[in-house]
């Protein structure tokens, strides 16, 4: 018997190759996202930064996280010309790796729960995804296992991966960007970052970054009502589960292996009311339309400037646009959706509209 196996298959890398280029192409095509200022009273001393995930192609945050995983894929060699691609997702990775997957002429499969907008749902079909829907959440794991080993197709599966598919120490990560457009500002390192979590996979990008280049940057991970992140960090069980979030694309039922607690300096639960507030103040106050997501972020950001105002420190806080308000029209933007969920959103909208005027946001229970 021979001791020589080869597999060497020139085809196999030359498609390889050219699906690399095509998604780098794409990026470079795509160049930067912008970095907003947000009009706070300018005696505060204290700058927001609003980073715009929402102008990538597939306008979301989720852009950066699927092109990382098709480059993790193809590089480990898990992704050929034939191979149909699954992601078990609430929403946008799906949109985004929908995207991805029609430039590699691929087919696409988006495992979710079956209360995701259906805003979402005809991007993932307009993209040539299909959408396989399930009623409980915590079940599309194990139905994307089960759908990929049936069609033999590949499981992308971005709460495992989100943390290692994307180079933390640079090569234009979203953390890597955010100093290098703060280079030539009054405060270029930020007291705080404020990011939520879905996968993790941001909060460990820019936790891990901070670190590797020695800044003294603080990272706040925000967390909405009903998601497990919060209280595993807090009493440090890895396996704690909880009901999930009404927040699309964060919050999630149980704590991902992309989530990196020791990268993070604190967590602030928002309550969902809060989060959907701050969503529509924040539109109102940069006309720029924001998602829920992007109001959890907020609302967590509000309250590090207050506790810097109250202690008369000066500086910056950064945190994300993470996508479009229009994804969300039938919900966070509805009110008859509020008075379904018995949401009440005005307290929260007076606290944000008293902080601009005061610096003060009270605690609420």
Known sequence: MSRTVDRTDPAYRAWVSEAIRRVDADANRSADTHLHVFPLPPDWGIDLYLKDESVHPTGSLKHRLARSLFLYGLANGWIRHDTTIIEASSGSTAVSEAYFARLLGLPFVAVMPASTSPEKIQLIEFYG????????????????RRLAAECGGHFMDQFTYAERATDWRGNNNIAESIFEQLRLERFP?????????????????IGRYVRYRRFQTRLAVVD?????????????????????????????PRVEPSFLPTVIDRMVRVPD????????????VSGRDVGGSTGTNMWGAAELIAEMLARGERGSVVTLICDGGDRYTGTYGSDAWLAEQGLDIAPYRAALDGFLKTGELPAFP
């Not at 399930?134 to 794991?141: A, E, G, K, M, N």
């Not at 390192?189 to 990008?205: D, F, K």
């Open 129 to 144: 995804g299909r959408c396989h829907l399930v009623r409980d959440p915590s079940s599309i794991y194990d139905e994307s």
């Open 273 to 284: 009311a809060a989060s959907v507030a701050a969503m529509r103040w924040t539109a109102e």
């Open 189 to 205: 390192e930020p007291s705080w970052v404020v990011v939520g979590a879905g996968t993790g996979g941001t909060s460990a990008t």
């Open 224 to 252: 909405p009502e009903g998601s497990a992140f919060h209280g595993s960090f807090a009493d440090g069980d890895p396996e704690r589960t909880a009901a999930g979030s009404r927040i699309e694309g964060i919050g999630r």
